[in-house]
């Protein structure tokens, strides 16, 4: 029997990887001949780069660069595939210019920057990158990705008319001053294509923008919320770029969805769907006898494009059973059954605190998994 092993991370208890591996495990102690793929999953967010080097084969590699702060440095890692893919570089913007790299006290959008995400395009590119992937979730940053624009070498002309210094981050207060972003021939990202991981809808700017709805969690007031939206607003229009402004997206990561649509040509799509492609999920999945798929927690949100719901389509298409396991199921989970999914299973073995489940995580996970293939083994052998 042959399965493919397909999770997302269980957050804040196991990695995607992690979380494979106590699947097969799972499986191993019920049927120690099983044959298994691993395949680590992730949509946009925390855990794409590690989700997607563990599944190729990849690489890990350590960048200093920039953090969230102007003057601040963090040590910010990427990746790059393995396989035919090893010159496509895997890049969370949150390991440079994440919200979790802050003190509470210090955030406040006004004052950070995405230049360290900028920093590390750079360092992939030196390194032979001639694809990115980005991931953008968790930021700190309302700057709309001009700080990402000026370390790779954009040309920022501010309203004084004079050119933005190279060396000098650009934050969040500065959006108001740019009239103009230029690309041009030769700068580092020319012509490379960039696919940017955004699981968000939201516009740039307006009720539902970057500010508006996440520059509270950032650590921006009512009044600087209503500023920054206007500074926004006016950089699109001066930039002659509302229409990338009000793209499913553009408000992704304070901006950077805008950024990387307006000023790098990227092209932004759905987190999990790109990790499907880059482990070549579909073409694994041929011939397999079944797919245990699995994260954190299902409910009514985890049709609408989350890992298990992409995994199960794809399953479906393929004619592959797919089993989720979660550690926790709410309310509407039964969604994803209508994507694909055959069945799904509660990981907890009875009634626990949270921390409790989440300290076992990996034992519950290998446990259910086991129970799965006992019941798999059986329909497999009633089948033949």
């Known amino acids: 029997m042959k399965i493919l092993i397909a999770p997302d991370k269980f957050r804040g208890s196991l990695t995607a990887d992690e979380a494979a591996?106590?699947?097969?495990?799972?499986?191993?102690?019920?049927?120690?001949?099983?044959?298994?793929?691993?395949?680590?999953?992730?949509?946009?967010?925390?855990?794409?780069?590690?989700a997607l080097v563990a599944a190729t084969g990849g690489r890990f590699v350590?960048?200093?660069?920039?953090?969230?702060?102007?003057?601040?440095?963090?040590?910010?890692?990427?990746g790059f595939l393995g396989g035919p893919d090893a010159d496509t570089a895997v890049i969370e913007m949150s390991a440079a210019s994440g919200l979790a790299l802050l003190r509470v006290e210090d955030r406040n959008p006004l004052y950070t920057t995405t230049f360290g995400t900028g920093e590390l395009i750079n360092a992939a590119v030196e390194?032979?990158?001639?694809?990115?992937?980005?991931?953008?979730?968790?930021s700190a940053t309302l700057d709309g990705g001009i700080g990402c624009a000026q370390a790779t070498g954009h040309a920022i002309?501010?309203?004084?008319?004079?050119?933005?210094?190279?060396?000098?981050?650009?934050?969040?207060?500065?959006?108001?001053r740019v009239v103009l972003v230029k690309r041009h021939r030769g700068e580092v990202t020319d012509a490379l294509p960039i696919t940017v991981a955004c699981d968000v809808t939201s516009p740039l700017f307006g009720p539902?923008?970057?500010?508006?709805?996440?520059?509270?969690?950032?650590?921006?007031?009512?009044?600087?919320?209503?500023?920054?939206?206007?500074?926004?607003?006016?950089?699109?229009?001066?930039?002659?770029?509302?229409?990338?402004?009000?793209?499913?997206?553009?408000?992704?990561?304070?901006?950077?969805?805008?950024?990387?649509?307006?000023?790098?040509?990227?092209?932004?799509?759905?987190?999990a769907e790109i990790v499907l492609d880059a482990t070549r999920f579909r073409e694994r999945a041929r011939g397999v006898d079944l797919c245990i798929t699995g994260e954190g927690k299902l409910d009514a949100g985890t049709a609408h494009g989350k890992t298990v719901a992409v995994v199960a389509r794809a399953c479906r298409e393929a004619g592959?059973?797919?089993?989720?396991?979660?550690?926790?199921?709410?309310?509407?989970?039964e969604a994803v059954l209508?994507?694909?999914?055959?069945?799904?299973?509660?990981i907890c073995d009875g009634p626990m605190v949270m921390e409790e489940a989440m300290?076992?995580?990996g034992e519950l996970l290998r446990g259910t998994a086991a129970n799965v293939m006992r019941v798999a083994r059986t329909l497999v052998r009633t089948r033949g």
């Open 21 to 50: 591996r106590a699947i097969e495990a799972g499986a191993r102690d019920e049927d120690p001949t099983v044959v298994t793929d691993l395949c680590p999953m992730a949509d946009g967010g925390e855990g794409f780069v590690a």
């Open 62 to 78: 350590t960048r200093r660069v920039t953090g969230p702060l102007a003057d601040m440095k963090v040590d910010a890692m990427f």
């Open 127 to 138: 390194m032979g990158a001639k694809r990115i992937l980005l991931g953008i979730g968790g």
């Open 157 to 176: 002309i501010l309203d004084d008319g004079t050119h933005a210094a190279p060396t000098e981050p650009l934050v969040g207060n500065d959006v108001s």
């Open 208 to 271: 539902m923008g970057a500010a508006y709805v996440f520059g509270p969690q950032k650590g921006a007031n009512p009044e600087q919320v209503a500023s920054l939206d206007a500074a926004l607003r006016q950089m699109a229009e001066r930039c002659g770029q509302l229409e990338a402004a009000s793209a499913p997206g553009a408000g992704a990561s304070g901006g950077l969805g805008f950024g990387m649509l307006a000023f790098f040509g990227a092209t932004l799509r759905a987190g």
């Open 320 to 333: 592959v059973p797919c089993v989720a396991l979660a550690g926790t199921v709410e309310q509407g989970a």
């Open 338 to 346: 209508e994507r694909g999914l055959s069945a799904y299973f509660g």
């Open 359 to 361: 300290r076992r995580a």
